[in-house]
């Protein structure tokens, strides 16, 4: 169950009458590499697995699934196992900013570059962003973000909820490589602000287009530039703000950006 039904007191005007609502589930998952700790995420009860999967490939822990020898999840613990026993002290995990609003810092020209042909039509962004916001679990709590995971024709692969949406983010990554799924010719749909740590996971797993009906910020900007990476956000009825890589988005290319 990903909420429980919480007792509050529910006001309106000058009224006060006890009753329940649902609220989303939270829990600390820590996660260890090697028998060394290597982070302890709030995050919702899950798809725990495809986290965790999605977690040490976004974070250049491993390279492929293939460097992963084994999984085990005890409760709040998932304890892995790598191939290279030293995985976790050779890592090099950037802070960035994110849902807690830590201090950020990403260096562009250590990020890999999009390596993609893939074009979207505009409606398929607008349906894809669409189907990712219809969730039963937000509109009954009000309390998670939504990402999700489309091929090139906007058929959805998966569509992750957790209380953080780079976790989200991490979950369909997880899913991709556990399915063997090609990302470059995937695009993300996240329903929060495209923050640089979404950008830098997108580059990492190479997903040529992420996709937000809401903002962006200037670092996920210059970092999406710098990588080759296709930034939409605003999408909402007919409307889009095409940020970086608008040759992705067909029809784009007539237009100039500032123009």
């Known amino acids: 169950m990903l909420y429980r039904e919480l007792p ?7 009224t006060f009458v006890p009753a329940t609502h649902p609220v989303v589930e939270e829990m600390p998952l820590s996660v260890t590499v090697n028998g060394r700790h290597a982070l302890t995420a709030m995050t919702s009860p899950a798809m725990i697995r495809e986290f ?4 040490l490939y976004t974070e250049r822990i491993v390279r492929d699934l293939a460097e992963i020898e084994s999984i085990r999840i ?3 613990t998932a304890s892995v196992l790598t191939k290279n026993p030293f995985a ?22 250590h990020l890999p570059t999009i390596r993609s042909d893939l074009t979207l039509a505009p409606e398929t962004i607008r349906a894809a962003t669409k189907e990712t916001l219809d ?25 992750a909820e957790d209380i953080g949406r780079h976790n989200a983010l991490d979950r369909v990554v997880g899913h991709g490589l556990l399915e063997q799924i090609d990302f470059s ?15 830098r996971k997108c580059l990492v797993a190479n997903i040529p287009v992420i996709v937000s009906r809401g903002a962006t910020t200037t670092t996920a900007v210059e970092a999406a530039e710098a990588g080759g990476l ?22 784009a290319s007539q237009a100039t950006a500032g123009e």
């Open 8 to 14: 509050i007191v529910r006001v309106d005007d000058e």
């Open 52 to 55: 965790v999967v999605g977690f």
């Open 74 to 76: 005890e409760g709040n």
């Open 88 to 109: 976790i002290l050779t890592s090099h995990k950037t802070v960035l900013s994110g849902c807690g609003g830590s201090t950020s810092f990403l260096d562009a020209g």
């Open 135 to 159: 969730s039963d679990l937000h509109r009954i709590t009000g309390g998670i973000h939504l990402v999700g995971l489309f091929d090139a024709e906007g058929r959805a692969i998966r569509i």
């Open 185 to 199: 010719r995937t695009f993300a749909v996240s329903s929060g602000r495209i923050s640089s740590e979404m950008v």
């Open 230 to 251: 296709t930034i939409v956000g605003f999408v909402r009825s007919k409307k889009m703000n095409i940020y970086t890589g608008w040759e992705r988005v067909r029809g």
